[in-house]
């Protein structure tokens, strides 16, 4: 998902870096992203939720994307003081399986295409948004039929 929509941002003239990940470095301990868009930074942490999962019942019965919410919480408790220490917003892209966005996702969406729109001559504006929405929802599917292809190849939940 991260390297769709870095791919996609840089499309429209932003600048999107993938962290990567050093081998001996634990994981996530960087956000996924890096964004710059007409001198704003964001720093940016992908999550993808599965509220249907038996670990998320509780919180997928209190709400319409509680469980996003609660993962997009739990993103800011460990990203968001090293995101305004480096001079950036944090945003938590925090997505659900079955198609939920949050609001802080749509926001930061909303924002890229306000922020790009000037830079932006190819394309207009909604095709860039259908063509955003488009890339996250794809990756979102490969995400899900991952997740079932693995279930299925090793029998887990």
Known sequence: MAKALSRWIRDLGGIAVLEPRKPDEPRGRRPDLRVELEGERYNVDVVISHPMAA?????????SLAVAQKAAAAKHAKHAADAKAAG???VAFSLESTGGWTMEASR???????????MNARWCPREVVKGLHGVIAMAVVRDNARAVRDCARFGGE
Do not use: P
């Open 88 to 90: 950036a917003e944090f």
């Open 108 to 118: 930061f969406v909303s924002t890229v295409l306000k922020q790009t729109k000037a």
């Open 55 to 63: 670990s998320h019942a509780y919180e997928a019965e209190c709400g």
